[in-house]
């Protein structure tokens, strides 16, 4: 928090020319406007339900039911590596969202994580690979409902004459890096590959304070996440008027963690597995848990406003020299569109300023425009994946009990691999096309 708030803090200082005055002023009217936007309000609201729903589902006992059903009645799980293969295979195949993905593999994996001493940090790695690279390649989301619009947008200022859908199809088979982060990630979890920091990543025995009920049904935990991942869809097709692509990504998952929590009330008080006093005191403990989560989110928020303000974004890629060779182009764009996602934090933001630059670029110079702007997705996923200030790492650290530090630390190495063989790839068929 101390880091976040330090960078606005200067960025504001840059911004007013270093004028105690106007940059006091300029902080305070940064945090009025972002607490004015409904969508951040609903995603800092997001974050406290977490707490409060992850709290009350492990209060049920259900996380203890899950464990004892898939250990002792169908053996699915009996180590390390199977207990995190299981929240690989959990984030692959939710891709409607990449916070829900992190959350429900950090919920699911969390008790066998405990149970066989794995340390959160490579949790919490897991869930981040999977979340982001997932979300961008399979693109019935939010994800694939902005990257349409870029490029319509496109066409629809003249610069390209082409099918704006075929074109984003076509551009997925060129997202390099979200499909080697998670071969990256398998082959980590499979053949227990521990590098950098991750070899000195501690198991830390789980916190009795609110996990202190028995073991009971599995479905106390099964039906409030199978109704979250079902309520999402509802609700990007509610605010979408009727089409799940035009959908609110922040509306969606505000309304579905509220709807979760009320449906755990009736549940849980309703089936006499709480009482209403024990359900209203751990939904109150979870939410003040993560208070600090949305705090973080909220000043990462502010140092994104305030480096896009700088248009640091548009600097770095204004340093891509007009004599580029072409066969370097979509290498170039790649490494611009992850020095922008890595400072900013964002994947979105990072997509809205490189794919108006790289189609006009690739058109100029006659290069594979899918090529050019599966690169601008590669790169902008590459710092959703990695950033410190990216929702996506926060709330990975969030829902594994991980400290956030640590978790970035952790998978860096990591993601580097999937880094250097993404750009391999970008360099190789920039060559060939």
Not at 32 to 39: D, I, K, N, T
Not at 325 to 340: D, K, P, T, Y
Request: charged residues 10%.
């Amino acid at each position: 928090m101390l880091s976040l708030f330090g960078g606005i803090v200067l960025g504001s200082f840059i911004l007013n020319d270093f004028s105690l005055l106007s940059s006091l002023e300029n902080i305070f009217s940064l945090f009025v406007s972002l607490l004015s936007e409904a969508w951040i309000l609903k995603t800092l609201a997001f974050a406290i339900l977490v707490g409060s729903i992850m709290a009350l589902i492990e209060k049920s006992g259900g996380i203890e039911g899950f464990v004892d059903f898939m250990q002792h009645k169908t053996g699915l799980v009996k180590s390390g590596r199977s207990a995190l293969i299981l929240s690989y295979i959990i984030g692959i195949f939710i891709f409607i969202e990449s916070t829900i993905t992190s959350l429900i593999a950090g919920a699911v994996g969390k008790p066998f994580c405990y149970k066989y001493r794995v340390p959160s940090a490579k949790l919490a790695f897991v869930c981040d690979s999977t979340a982001a690279p997932v979300s961008s390649l399979i693109i019935i989301n939010g994800w694939g409902a902005l990257l349409l619009g870029l490029i319509t947008t496109q066409i629809s200022l003249g610069v390209l004459n082409l099918d704006a859908l075929d074109l984003l199809l076509e551009s997925i088979l060129y997202n390099f890096y979200a499909m080697a982060a998670l071969v990256v990630t398998f082959v980590a979890i499979w053949f227990n590959i521990d590098i950098g920091a991750m070899k000195r990543a501690k198991h830390k025995p789980k916190n009795e304070e609110v996990l202190s009920s028995e073991s009971t049904t599995m479905f106390y935990m099964l039906l409030p996440i199978i109704l979250m991942v079902l309520s999402v869809f509802m609700f990007l097709y509610i605010t979408g008027d009727g089409d799940i692509l035009r959908g609110s990504g922040s509306s969606s998952i505000f309304y579905t963690m509220l709807f979760t929590l009320v449906f755990t009330l009736f549940y849980f008080v309703g089936t006499k597995n709480m009482t209403l006093s024990v359900w209203s005191k751990t939904a109150y403990k979870g939410a003040l848990k993560l208070l600090p989560i949305a705090l973080i989110l909220l000043f990462a928020f502010g140092i994104g406003e305030i480096t896009t303000e700088l248009k640091t974004g548009h600097f770095l890629a204004s340093l891509v020299s007009e004599n580029l060779s072409l066969s370097f182009l979509a290498a170039v764009i790649f490494i611009i569109a992850s020095l922008i996602s890595l400072s900013t934090g964002t994947s979105w933001g990072t997509f809205s300023i490189m794919i108006p630059i790289a189609i006009p670029m690739a058109l100029s110079m006659d290069a594979n425009i899918a090529l050019c702007i599966g690169a601008a997705i590669s790169g902008g996923v590459f710092g959703d994946h990695c950033s410190p200030i990216s929702d996506t790492t926060i709330i990975s650290a969030m829902a594994t009990d991980c400290d956030l530090v640590e978790h970035t630390n952790t998978q860096l190495p990591y993601a580097l691999i999937g880094w250097g063989v993404a750009f391999v790839l970008f360099v190789f068929f920039g060559l060939i096309s």
